[in-house]
């Protein structure tokens, strides 16, 4: 409101947040005071067997197999199951809790590492694996019959996605519900003063006793010291009151209080800036409105309005990125790729793990680049490790058929595997053998079309491929010349290998020679590695096809002193940056200045959990998370001469203003303390070319994280908004140490959509908080 009837403000470009961080949990039905229902699931079969539970054999070795009991909890989100020990002479009975959120996907069979293993295939028809996110271990799981594991997994899955397609709003009251059915500590469906003053503080609200008796008092209308039934609702529905909307809503509707549909097309049109019609109206009144009659009379009550806000539509996401909508018929150098470095780790690189499982969450995650180093095994099978520590190995062929599995299930944009090779040629062999065998036709063996390729195909072009990146022992175009070898040949070394080595030894080694099998050679078409020398030299003397890996360090250094050379270099090759050798810890490298060069295979330890993989999950959150993000065009043409370092006139600079104001409410971080409330602050952060980088916070709030409100200004000048990632960081301030994370979301500023809107809050892994939103005022404007 502000800026109406200013026209001259509507010129500046600004981002105002008005930010309220809910803790929201599943959509429920309340079908007694403190026993919760997924909506849509009441009566259902499927939730009844969960509720009413059954034996299952937990498989952890070939001799650890013991049968235990799995039941859903009355609150419909946790699974129980039962472990008796043995105490000296007696037994007792520990019951072990986890989340349905915590739940990755279920996969039915023997379809992980544990039950391959630990099972033999004859099972094959009762076992099934519960995948977790993040880094705890899976649970396998035999049911008694095939029929008794299909029921398991039809029934799991079903809640599951119950879980996760809920409307926020919902979710709030399933896990505020869930709250109040915790604080009623003798179960009898009624709330005490003294259980409203212990409700308050698991939602993160350090209440005064004046306030909570305040609250309890307005309750009890039947003055009967305990809240109950319908006075519980009445505390609910006072709780979560959310005064900011009634403001936004009132404003706007002015048909005898209610919002008709020309009242909704005014506030799409003048506080969310769309280019919305009478038609968009109406479809929102249509999906969001809860009031049938409303509803008939094209109008939308505040129920459905908030209901709207709290959806994709009224996300700050632009619903239209949440597609693949780029052009992807470019050539594949002109995309950033979502690329992963010794995706075999699931922590560290001294002595972490290796895993299919590692594999398997990258793919998901739409990781189009995956590293394999490759060394020689027992029996005559190649091995996947880092090798010279004591991380763990797993075979080479298990890998590759994980990643055939799972390459496409989240994106169908082709797939580069990145060959560390150190095998013998021996098993060089048995490793193009089994790509060949496990890949079949989706492995690109040749080149596309009948004459010698001069560019990159597309990512559309290849469709559900996999493209091998490693050592060739001849010239591509050789396939077209009748003069391919046909014998296994020497070649230098992979440049990580050299580095890893280095890093090994004492003294710096001489780079070494590998032999290279022809078989393994002839596989690699698009993604020839070869050393860099200077971008002169590679201007001069190699193919399109022909591609360099690059040491974090050297990288950053060639950014700094050549950017624009850089950024010409990558308009006609692939260039891949990597963590330097000594971050054994797998921490990473800020990938920002890497792709403002252009750089594409920008490769990071997925497993990692760090600002620097939060930044690359909003890089390709746009695009349909397919794993590709096409470069701005100014670093695509050969004319341009962008450099992110000194900015002169260019297509690149178009100037923004991002104002910020902002109110959160934030989840409890210490759940051992029930004492613990946050004191939560904000901190905007904005990621780009050097020029627009910048962060910027709110004052914290002391002992409120539930509805604690800022109404801070923040205002950010951006010069190259193409470039520009925005990072909202919520913490827990600390006065003596540092501030605690509670959660983050980043994406492009290119997607950020203007007005009223809700930001998603996802953890430090990377996941949706499903209990967590911030809602926000946002305007984003072209600067005069």
Not at 89 to 117: A, M, P
Request: hydrophobic fraction near 35%; charged fraction near 25%.
């Amino acid at each position: 409101d502000r800026c109406a009837g200013d026209k001259k403000r509507h010129r500046t470009c600004f981002l105002e947040l008005y930010v309220y961080f809910k803790i929201q949990k599943a959509e429920t039905c309340v079908t007694a005071p403190f026993v919760l229902t997924p909506a849509g699931l009441e009566g259902d079969s499927d939730l009844q067997f969960l509720l009413l539970g059954g034996k299952l054999v937990k498989v952890r070795s070939k001799s650890w197999k013991h049968g235990r009991y799995f039941k859903l909890e009355e609150d419909c989100q946790t699974f129980s199951h039962e472990s008796k020990k043995a105490f000296k002479q007696n037994h007792t009975c520990e019951c072990y809790l986890f989340s349905i959120e915590d739940i990755e996907s279920v996969r039915k069979g023997r379809q992980s590492e544990g039950l391959k293993k630990y099972t033999d295939a004859s099972v094959e028809d009762l076992c099934f694996s519960i995948i977790f996110k993040g880094r705890k271990k899976n649970l396998d799981l035999m049911a008694e019959s095939p029929e008794d594991l299909n029921k398991w997994v039809s029934s799991l899955e079903k809640v599951i996605n119950n879980m996760h397609n809920l409307s926020n709003q919902k979710k709030s009251e399933h896990w505020i519900f869930s709250c109040i059915r915790k604080a009623d500590k003798n179960g009898d469906n009624m709330m005490t003063l003294k259980e409203v003053k212990h409700f308050l503080r698991q939602i993160n609200v350090e209440a005064d006793d004046s306030y909570a008796a305040d609250l309890f008092k307005k309750c009890d209308t039947s003055n009967s010291g305990t809240l109950e039934g319908e006075e519980i609702k009445q505390f609910y529905y006072m709780l979560t009151h959310r005064e900011e909307v009634d403001v936004i809503y009132e404003k706007y509707a002015q048909t005898e209080g209610q919002m008709s549909d020309r009242d909704l097309l005014n506030f799409l049109l003048n506080e969310q800036r769309e280019q919305a019609t009478a038609e968009d109206a109406h479809r929102l009144i249509e999906k969001y409105e809860v009031d049938e009659t409303a509803k008939q009379n094209n109008c939308m009550t505040k129920d459905g309005f908030l209901m709207y806000l709290q959806q994709d539509d009224g996300c700050i996401f632009n619903p239209a990125h949440r597609s693949v909508y780029q052009d992807m018929n470019q050539p594949l150098n002109h995309y950033y790729i979502s690329s992963s470095h010794n995706t075999y780790l699931m922590a560290d690189q001294l002595k972490g793990p290796s895993s299919t499982e590692a594999y398997i969450k990258a793919l998901l995650k739409s990781c189009r680049c995956v590293e394999l180093d490759c060394w020689d095994g027992a029996n005559g099978e190649p091995v996947i490790y880092h090798g010279h520590t004591l991380t763990s190995k797993v075979l080479f062929k298990d890998v590759i058929k994980a990643i055939k599995d799972y390459a496409f299930k989240t994106s169908q944009y082709p797939v580069i595997l990145s060959l560390e090779n150190h095998c013998s040629v021996e098993q060089q062999k048995l490793m193009a053998r089994h790509l060949v065998f496990f890949l079949g036709d989706a492995l690109v063996k040749k080149p596309l079309g009948d004459t010698m390729p001069t560019n990159f195909p597309s990512p559309e072009a290849l469709k559900g491929k996999f493209l091998i990146k490693g050592k060739r022992l001849n010239k591509l175009d050789s396939i077209f010349t009748n003069n391919n070898v046909i014998e296994d040949g020497t070649v230098s070394e992979e440049d990580e290998a050299a580095e890893c080595k280095e890093n090994s030894q004492k003294e710096k080694p001489k780079k070494s020679k590998i032999k290279l099998d022809k078989e393994l050679s002839d596989i690699v078409i698009y993604c020839k590695s070869v050393h860099f020398n200077s971008f002169e030299h590679s201007r001069e003397n190699q193919a399109f096809y022909e591609m360099s890996s690059f040491k974090e360090s050297k990288a950053f250094n060639l950014a700094e002193t050549s950017a624009t050379a850089f950024m010409h270099h990558n308009m006609d090759k692939l260039s891949r940056i990597y963590p330097a050798g000594s971050r054994t810890d797998s921490s990473n490298y800020n990938p920002v200045p890497m792709w403002n060069v252009g750089c594409q295979i920008v490769a990071l330890n997925f497993q990692t959990n760090s600002k620097e993989m939060h930044l690359n999950q909003g890089r390709f959150l746009p695009n349909g998370f397919c794993g590709y993000i096409l470069k701005p065009e100014f670093q695509r043409s050969l004319s341009s001469q962008f450099n992110p370092n000194t900015l002169t006139e260019g297509s690149w600079l178009k100037k923004k203003i991002f104002h910020v104001i902002s109110a959160q409410q934030l989840p409890k971080l210490n759940k051992e303390k029930q004492k613990s409330i946050v004191d939560p602050l904000v901190k905007v952060e904005i990621h780009g070319v050097r020029a627009d980088n910048a962060s910027k916070e709110t004052d914290h709030i002391e002992n409120n994280g539930f509805n604690p409100m800022w109404n801070k200004k923040f205002q950010f000048d951006i010069s190259v908004p193409e470039l520009a990632l925005v990072r909202f960081l919520l913490e827990d301030h600390d006065t003596a140490s540092q501030n605690d994370f509670i959660g983050q979301y980043c994406l492009p500023l290119t997607s950020v959509q203007n007005g009223y809107r809700h930001v998603p809050v996802l953890n430090k892994r990377g996941d949706i908080i499903s209990s967590a939103s911030l809602f926000v005022h946002l305007m984003l404007l072209d600067a005069p």
